[in-house]
């Protein structure tokens, strides 16, 4: 169940205006940690290098060359090296987590049941590991092995008897009010979300999808918390964090991605769905469809709605769908996560009519709905 925590004498917690927030820090990761202070951030996310220890160059059966990672900062002269790294690493995050915080590790069968070791022998205790499974895998060119379909995340608190954020509610809410499991199928990143150079080619070769970190970070966080991502890459964390009114720390070493992080995360806007935490926080209510306000006449066929800062206008249709002016369309729900380009949306919190000259959530009509059915 979620662990609500308690609140913390002001003067108990590190200065907010001494830590570098919704900042990237551009250096070696664990000289970077070594700078800040104790027990000061909420929740890691760690996608460390996988040291993949790749032999040679992959070819398609076309006769194209895979682009597969090969960079120096996947590259460790051992396991013996690796393994003197990750204990490192691992070693100033559990100093600057916090008791109550988190650690999401992410690897391959190359790394991550070292890094699951390692995170056992720092004293972390884990809570899940999480199969990604890849709803659109490479496949095994060579057919020599079976496809490598899956990768795995380590959960982890700071011991047996942490205290530590789970938002369970919410995760039944994104998974249709059915319990989550520890399976998540997902596509790798690709389309308009892979950022690519201005020769076409990945700017970095394991980027991670948003919907990846979406629920991560609404699984085991809180608007306002503090995140931070030692392994920043081009910055996936940094722009759902931002999404998701988190405030978050990126540390990479390499400028390159630095800097398309930096112009990622600047282009990208607050979530208005993320008050979706506090709804479904609560008790569950009875379930009410959109469409039954429509057939009962709470809501008119024709009535306009918009989001809280006007961007986006739907007209409401006869069945209780929505449509906007140029033919995008759907439920409450759904047209709200595709105008923000979000995985899900709690359509009840994200759009608004207005009356008297003033905007109020749609779920003010299902509240009243529910009034009246009482009465």
């Given amino acids: 169940m979620g662990v609500v925590r308690p609140i913390r004498e002001a003067a108990a917690r590190p200065a907010l205006s001494l830590l570098p927030l919704d900042t990237i820090l551009i250096g070696d990761c664990i000289a970077e940690m070594a700078k800040l202070p104790d027990k000061c951030i909420d929740m890691i996310f760690a996608d460390p290098p996988y040291n993949l220890q790749l032999g040679g160059d992959l070819f398609r059966p076309d006769g194209s060359q895979v682009d597969a990672v090969d960079d120096e900062w996947d590259k460790f002269d051992s396991l013996a090296a690796y393994d003197r790294f990750t204990r490192r690493w691992l070693a100033e995050a559990r100093r600057i987590l916090k008791d109550d915080g988190s650690i999401w590790v992410i690897g391959s069968y190359h790394n991550i049941f070292r890094v699951g070791t390692a995170l056992q022998d720092e004293g972390f205790w884990i809570l899940n590991d999480i199969v990604w ?89 809180k608007p306002g918390d503090i995140v931070l991502d030692p392994f920043f890459g081009t910055g996936t964390t940094g722009a759902v ?25 600047d282009s990208t806007l607050p979530l208005d769905e993320s008050a979706m935490l506090v709804v479904a926080e609560r008790k569950t209510e009875k379930r009410v469809a959109f469409g039954l306000l429509v057939e009962s006449g709470a809501v008119a066929p024709g009535t306009k709605l918009m989001d809280s800062r006007r961007r986006w206008t739907a007209e409401v249709m006869a069945d209780g769908g929505l449509v906007c002016a140029d033919g995008a369309g759907g439920s409450i729900h759904k047209l709200g996560a595709t105008l923000q380009n979000a995985p899900s949306c709690n359509g009840w919190t994200f759009w608004h009519f207005e009356e008297a000259g003033a905007l109020m959530p749609i779920d003010v009509l299902r509240q009243r709905h529910l009034a009246a059915a009482k009465g």
């Fill in 241 to 265: 964090a931002r999404r998701l009114r988190r405030r978050w720390i990126g540390i990479d070493r390499e400028t390159t991605y630095v800097k398309a992080a930096r112009a990622r995360i």
């Fill in 133 to 221: 499974r890849k709803a659109n895998p490479m496949p095994n060119f060579k057919g020599t092995r079976f496809t490598n379909a899956h990768e795995t995340m380590i959960w982890a608190s700071k011991g047996q008897k942490a205290r530590y954020t789970f938002n369970y509610r919410a995760m039944k809410t994104l998974n249709d009010d059915v319990q989550m499991r520890s399976d998540w199928e997902l596509p790798i990143c690709g389309g308009a979300e892979r950022l690519k150079d201005e020769h076409g080619h990945k700017t970095h070769p394991t980027q991670k999808p948003e919907a990846l970190l979406y629920r991560v970070l609404l699984s085991a966080s």
